[in-house]
């Protein structure tokens, strides 16, 4: 029994139609896939939903520096991948700019300049220009006259009529009706696939204490939808009083039984129902105060709609599972893909937590879903802890128990010392499973890789031969966050996840930053960074590149001989300010940023030959201030085996500016542009590239702004 609990905390997808995933890559998306970049595609449709550059970058035939001329350009070249027929027909709507300086670009498609209502294309673009991220969801088929025959006028009786029909509304208030196309399988899978001319209003729902929004055929007048908005939570929780195969009552119950709970409803008589009942709204409400979103679906509730409606939370207290269960048997709790259940004494905060976040993944993460198997489920699983943590946090206004467990037995889950519970730290771990099949693929098991590395990363600390600053708990959520419904492909892998977590992370804050600094750290020491351990036995591990020997030279010191692997830190950038024998290559050299660089290549001990990484590069000027810094890579070094990553590189330094690294194309090309604000007669501009032995080439260039 207690080993089944172990592996506890289940999730489960539903089987419905639309959430099978995309195996086959049409043909017409080859050229995307010959650069590698990476999307998704809808599975109706087989338009992509969300694309992003992967290891590589979204190349424009044009370049612009002005954030608006590049979202059109990328439109222009990109869109009809997303199944934008005529970019012509989409609007700007929505530019802003974050701290990081990424913009974000929002458009909103358009027929006849008619607004398709959830017709958009969202955009990111760094401040050196680059996509980093497209997301659209463009509605097909738009063949409809867009002149409505039912006035503003007559809409808003139209639907002051339904409000007190329908909605039980005496006096009702509504919006200034506007005229959008609108599909309602968008909203309801199972309505009819058709395009409607409508009115959309929102409607005062005084008895509810929400909003209703309310579609009116603009030709025929009928309701065609309605749908609740942002409003009050809803919850409803059956208590199955612990009977097998029923049971389950929210009111009238018979003799012998109790019932559930219903919001504004009577106090249950059993705990674990109020419990349930007041740690979904704990959880509503972080993920409502810290990313701004109402239940999992953003619609107020975790249903599809279907079987659930969007607006309500529902949940199973005290259910048994039947032996037929894949997750009997009790203890026991798992998220269906509408509806949280779980059994006796698994409720408390942290499991209902890690439930929550399961269904905030299947709305809010990569669509059409992070699968729930292997590699993708065991960042679904971490997910899951590490947000149960920090609702947990926000529940208590204290420290969270950083462990998972049910009443009356030992933790099975322990984030903050995963061995004891046997779980893994770190990629290379005698406990990590490689075994494909059992916990499908490892991902309860495994999951602790990841959770470590956020707990480590929350609370600093020694691990794996590297030291990770504290940055705490809510920053990580903000990164984790950001990295999941931004940048994380379907399916993601641990290298996207260890590759996109960086990415997110500067995007908050700066590249250089304490924060991304220790996010690198944290990853390194639990070897996110390192290649797949499985099978078992086959790989190596390699040290951490945080846990290398380090030494900081000292002009007045003499440093005795630096071993291979090491990382050198110099206040100044000049060598010969120091008096160091031999500089045993490879070696990682860190030099102080705020100073020009030099070119600083320390003596190999055996043969240069060509194992250090070649490049050209060049710049131009604008004839004022703006440098264009471009270039093409050859490698990284043939003799030695040394390649990447190419993942920093090229790290182009330029006077006035953090570092950049412009993205390498799929025809090795790198260009990035630089400008100057201050005036001086002539700045340094270095580029730098680094392989996976250390060895740095770097070039710098001269220049001469001229104002
Ligand atoms: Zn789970």
Redesign the pocket.
């Known amino acids: 029994m207690l080993g089944l609990v172990v592996s506890s ?3 489960l997808f539903p089987s419905s139609a639309d959430a099978i995933e995309i195996k086959k890559i049409p043909a017409k998306f080859k050229p995307l896939t010959k650069v590698g970049l990476e999307f998704s595609l809808d599975s109706k449709n087989q338009n992509i939903q969300f694309l992003i550059p992967g290891a590589k970058s979204i190349v424009l035939k044009k370049k612009y520096t002005n954030k608006a001329q590049i979202g059109a350009q990328f439109l222009k070249e990109y869109s009809s991948y997303f199944g934008l027929k005529n970019t012509q027909a989409t609007k700007l709507i929505k530019s802003t700019v974050s701290a990081s300086g990424v913009t974000h670009l929002k458009y909103v498609q358009q027929y006849n300049k008619v607004p398709v209502y959830g017709g958009e294309m969202i955009l990111h673009i760094k401040g050196d220009g680059a996509v980093s991220a497209a997301q659209g969801k463009i509605a097909q088929n738009l063949t409809l006259s867009t002149k409505s025959k039912i006035t503003a006028k007559k809409a808003t009786e139209l639907v002051k009529k339904y409000a007190k029909d329908k909605l039980a509304i005496t006096a009702p208030a509504t919006t200034k009706p506007i005229l959008f196309i609108y599909n309602p399988i968008t909203n309801k899978p199972t309505a009819k696939d058709k395009n409607v001319l409508v009115w959309v209003m929102e409607v005062d729902d005084v008895d509810y204490g929400n909003l209703r929004t309310v579609f009116i055929d603009a030709i025929n007048g009928r309701v065609v939808d309605s749908m609740s908005r942002v409003g009050a939570i809803y919850r409803e929780i059956k208590d199955c009083n612990d009977v097998l195969g029923g049971g389950c009552y929210i009111t009238g119950a018979p003799a012998g039984l109790s019932n559930g709970r219903i919001e504004a409803g009577a106090v249950a008589s059993a705990a674990d129902v109020n419990i349930i009942f007041n740690n979904l709204l704990d959880a509503y409400n972080y993920f409502r105060d810290n990313f701004n979103i109402f239940g999992p679906n953003n619609r107020g509730g975790a249903g599809n709609g279907v079987d659930v409606a969007t607006d309500t939370l529902k949940a199973f207290a005290r259910y048994v599972l039947p032996a037929t269960n894949k997750f009997a048997p009790c203890p026991n ?3 269906d893909g509408v509806e949280f259940v779980f059994c006796s004494s698994t409720a408390n905060t942290p499991i209902i937590a ?2 929550y ?2 269904a905030v993944t299947q709305y809010q993460g990569p669509q059409p879903q992070l699968s729930y198997e292997q590699q993708p489920g065991t960042i ?2 971490a997910y ?2 590490i947000f149960a943590m920090a609702v947990q946090k926000y529940a208590l206004n204290w420290e969270p128990s950083w462990s998972m467990g049910v009443a009356g037995q030992a933790p099975f889950r322990n984030i903050m010392e995963p061995w004891n519970t046997h779980n893994p730290s770190k990629l290379y771990n005698g406990y990590f499973s490689c075994d494909p099949v059992w916990d499908d693929g490892g ?2 098991r495994n ?1 602790t890789v990841i959770s470590y590395a956020a707990y480590l990363l929350s609370k600093g600390g020694g691990f794996n031969g590297c030291t990770i600053p504290a940055i705490g708990l809510d920053k990580v959520t903000q990164i984790f966050y950001l990295t999941l419904t931004q940048y994380l492909p379907t399916n993601a892998q641990f290298s996207d996840l260890n590759r996109n977590l960086p990415l997110a992370c500067e995007e908050l804050y700066e590249h250089d930053s304490t924060e991304c600094n220790a996010l690198r750290i944290a990853l390194q020491a639990v070897e996110l960074d390192q290649e797949w351990p499985c099978p078992a036995g086959t790989k190596t591990e390699a040290t951490p590149v945080c846990a290398l020997p380090q030494v900081t030279l000292d002009e007045n010191v003499l440093t005795p001989n630096i071993p291979t692997n090491t990382i050198i830190t110099a206040p100044t950038n000049n060598l010969s300010d120091y008096v160091v024998p031999v500089i045993q290559t490879p070696a990682v050299i860190l030099l102080p940023t705020t100073s020009t660089p030099a070119v600083f290549v320390p003596a190999p001990v055996v043969d240069t030959g060509d194992k250090y990484p070649s490049f050209t590069a060049s710049v131009s000027d604008d004839g004022l201030r703006t440098y264009t810094i471009e270039g093409t890579f050859n490698y990284y070094g043939t003799k030695s085996g040394c390649t990447g990553p190419r993942y920093f590189d090229p790290i182009i330094v330029a006077w006035g500016q953090v570092d950049t690294h412009p993205a390498v194309d799929g025809n090795n090309h790198f260009t990035t542009t630089h400008v100057y604000n201050v005036k001086n007669s002539e700045y340094d501009i270095s580029v730098s590239f680094i392989n996976s032995c250390f060895q740095r080439t770097t070039k710098t260039f001269t220049v001469h702004p001229k104002f």
């Open positions: 905390l289940l999730l709790a798992y998220w890690h439930e976040m399961h679904n699983e899951s802890d991902v309860h999951s």
